[in-house]
């Protein structure tokens, strides 16, 4: 394929998915119609299915970008900071301020959990990465000899578990701030790493 | 009021209640109707009205008597242990058997969140009750002396948060036994006391 149509192509997929996340954002994710997504991305109808089989695989390629945007966040932060202890606070920091640059994207994954199997599949697969990039970092850890050897899959659900409760209680709720939300997040791994890290 | 007059008053709303939590699970909360809640429970039409509001009244009438039976669970249980440790990690096991001796509250519980704004407000209600019991089951031990000074919302917040989120990897996603949810949930715990324990 040449070059200049591979490009259009990408850019007809992002249109898609850009007008889908405005969508799900406005009428919701339930009473958005693939129809709409068509209409609102002004692409000729039945190019969607060129790029997506179905509504769930519009979400599913959303929450891969996500992922793929949070994991990047914290790999580009650990090339700057050395120190395991501030490391392992930090980092929750940086991944907490890629959920509020991606605000739309963190409330339709904090609005959409538990409707239906298909959507639940798709956030399983967001959050399984997340959790395995977790789990990773934290194995790493013990391998280095910084970490006590703690039963790390625990810990890195505990990790998500608190990132996904608080954007909820942010982006869904509006019952706290961002600023409260990364500062909760942030004082929450500062006591757990006193039970994770050997020497401080 | 005579008593038989309270007495029968209160099977009704029970009834009313035992038929909502059946066909919230087989047909799900949205699709369900209070016509519906009327019929299995076979009382007049007109008397849901005299016991509830609206079908949001209905999930924060559930979801207050669960947040009493978990907080009830967990009062018997500190009357039999009395090491600040043990019950420190102990309590999540009662936590979430408690969880599982009530699956169909607990897979409502998980379900409905995100979906609009009154059901939200009841689960909120339903969250901060387990958080205030919680954060005032820390402030006690700091109190005590044999936790350190740590802020305390911020834990009190991660432990609804795991204890909830591997609830809905058991009872939505079935990705996980109920075994593995109570392991889990205890582990984190005894890491997690590291950091908060002043003393072991």
């Given amino acids: 394929m040449p070059i200049a149509k591979i490009k259009q192509n990408k850019e007809r997929r992002q249109k ?87 605000e739309a994207l963190s409330e339709i994954y904090s609005r959409v959990a538990g409707a239906s199997a298909p959507i639940d599949q798709c956030l399983q697969q967001f959050e399984n990465r997340l959790i395995q990039f977790y789990t990773h970092n934290i194995e790493y850890g013990i391998k280095l000899g910084v970490f006590n050897n703690i039963p790390v899959s625990p810990i890195a659900h505990s990790i998500l578990a608190i990132e996904k409760f608080l954007l909820y209680k942010w982006v869904v709720l509006k019952a706290i701030t961002k600023e409260e939300m990364i500062e909760m997040v942030v004082s929450f791994h500062e006591t757990l790493a006193q039970g994770i890290l050997k020497t401080r």
């Fill in 16 to 102: 898609l998915l850009e007008s889908a996340v405005k969508l799900f954002i406005e009428k919701g994710y339930f009473n958005t119609s693939i129809r709409d997504i068509i209409v609102l991305s002004e692409i000729g109808t039945g190019t969607f299915y060129n790029y997506f089989i179905d509504k769930e695989d519009v979400l599913k390629a959303l929450l891969e970008e996500f992922a793929d945007k949070i994991i990047s966040s914290i790999k580009v932060y650990y090339q700057e900071e050395t120190d395991i202890y501030v490391r392992f606070v930090e980092t929750k920091r940086v991944t907490m301020e890629v959920f509020i640059q991606n």
